[in-house]
């Protein structure tokens, strides 16, 4: 017998249970009426076609009754060891007793509910449109739980990174959460945010939505760790507005989780504007990564660059999706897409589309995308030289990985995502 899979009225329903913090009636009528016109993608719809969210859409969930985590718990999860800018979320629900936060004019970071209790200042801050990009979004948006909320004032450099955890888990129900973050950086200012995803027990639905905007002349630089449970489930939607002369750097690590689907859009609202998106899926067994990327040159003088790797083994399935957008009126405009993948199994799977829309003539805009196995030869070269072949195995995908790890500025991050990957590439055939 077929399973039934859950539809919208399900996802609407559980929703609205789990909303916790109100947003204003102006934003949440235009969200309804996005949200009216949207249906869970099927195989149907361009974007999703080969997204395997059926492995979503055959659970159930649950808005759980754990809403504070242990600090035995806490400390048995493998996260990076900083102590400072710290805000912990456990089922979308503020953990004040595991975060830290180092008390300065120049920024703040704090959960979004805090700021809604205190003041106003949240809800008239300019936000991007990021409700209109899928359903999944338009739910988080109409309904959120909680979330983190950053602000960067003008001209402010602040060296520490900022560290936002967020947890999902329940030992006894299949969770569902849903959080907001928004990110300002405003003009001049500098900043960096390491995210990681975590679970502990079973894991369960994390329903992720991220803003960001970074002004003129500002840098920004957002690091994503998602290391989870085998029978978690993450959708993550990020929305970037960037203004004249801004930076934008985003690293991306999907290495543990039943299914994640990573959606990040830029917008180039001013020129001169450079944005640099790295990632690197690891997927093992049946599990399934999906990366969307869209980046929208809509000004002239503009660069980007995605360079996303990718190794799959055992049956597990990923997928790079990148479009370059580049307006008419956005001459001198550089883009390069870059897609490589190593396929470990005979059954492992991954498809990869990178595509340029163009619309101006004073371009240099590149695309390109390989999908191979490891240099059998290689392999034997090193075993000659008295080297295992599990071992050598393990040189070459950290060869195949590098270029993305070295472009990790922060020392402490770099080394634990090495730490992760020497555990992640052990098992790998």
């Not at 361009?46 to 492995?55: F, G, N, V």
């Not at 950053?150 to 030992?171: A, Q, R």
């Not at 969770?175 to 390491?194: H, K, M, P, T, Y």
């Not at 990327?293 to 660069?303: E, G, S, T």
């Amino acid at each position: 017998m077929e399973q039934t899979l859950i539809n919208k009225e399900y996802l609407l329903e559980l929703a609205q249970k789990a909303q916790s913090i109100q947003v204003s009636d102006s934003y949440k009528a235009k969200v309804l009426e996005a949200l009216e016109q949207m249906d869970i993608p099927t195989p149907k719809d361009e974007l999703w076609r080969k997204s395997k969210i059926k492995y979503l859409l055959e659970q159930k969930f649950q808005i759980t009754e754990s809403k504070q985590l242990s600090k035995k718990d806490f400390d048995a999860l493998e996260k990076l060891p900083t102590r400072t800018n710290t805000l912990v979320f456990y089922n979308s629900n503020f953990q004040a007793h595991l975060s830290n936060i180092e008390q300065n004019t120049d920024y703040i970071f704090s959960p979004t509910s805090e700021q809604l209790l205190n003041s106003n200042f949240v809800k008239n801050t300019e936000k991007t449109s990021i409700y209109k990009e899928n359903i999944f979004s338009a739910l988080a948006a109409a309904y959120p739980q909680n979330g983190a909320f950053m602000y960067i004032k003008k001209n402010k450099y602040v060296e520490k990174p900022f560290h936002l955890v967020l947890i999902d888990g329940s030992p006894n129900a299949n969770v569902f959460s849903q959080l907001n973050n928004l990110f300002v950086i405003e003009s001049g200012a500098q900043a960096q945010i390491i995210v990681s995803q975590l679970s502990t027990h079973n894991g369960g639905f994390e329903n992720t939505n991220t803003e960001v905007i970074v002004g003129e002349n500002a840098n920004f630089e957002q690091s994503i760790i998602q290391n989870k449970t085998g029978n978690s489930f993450n959708i993550n939607t990020i929305k970037v507005e960037q203004k004249a002369s801004s930076n934008y750097k985003q690293n991306t690590f999907s290495l543990k989780s039943k299914l994640i689907r990573n959606n990040t859009i830029v917008d180039f609202e001013g020129e001169n504007a450079t944005a640099k998106l790295n990632g690197l899926y690891v997927p093992v067994n049946q599990e399934h990564f999906d990366n969307y990327l869209l980046v929208n040159h809509n000004n002239a003088h503009c660069n980007s660059d995605q360079i996303y790797k990718g190794v799959a083994d055992d049956k597990s399935t990923a997928i790079f999706f990148g479009k370059v957008y580049v307006a008419p009126d956005a001459q001198q405009t550089y883009a390069n897409q870059s897609n490589k993948n190593l396929l470990l199994s005979d059954f492992a799977k991954i498809s990869s589309k990178p595509q340029l829309e163009i619309y101006a003539d004073d371009v240099a805009c590149s695309h390109g995308s390989t999908t191979g196995q490891l240099d059998q030869d290689a392999i034997f070269f090193m075993q000659a030289r008295g080297i295992s072949k599990k071992s050598a195995i393990k040189l070459l995908l950290f060869a195949f990985a590098a270029d993305i790890l070295e472009d990790i500025k922060n020392t402490e991050l770099k080394e634990y995502i090495n730490e992760l990957l020497q555990v992640r590439f052990n098992p790998l055939k």
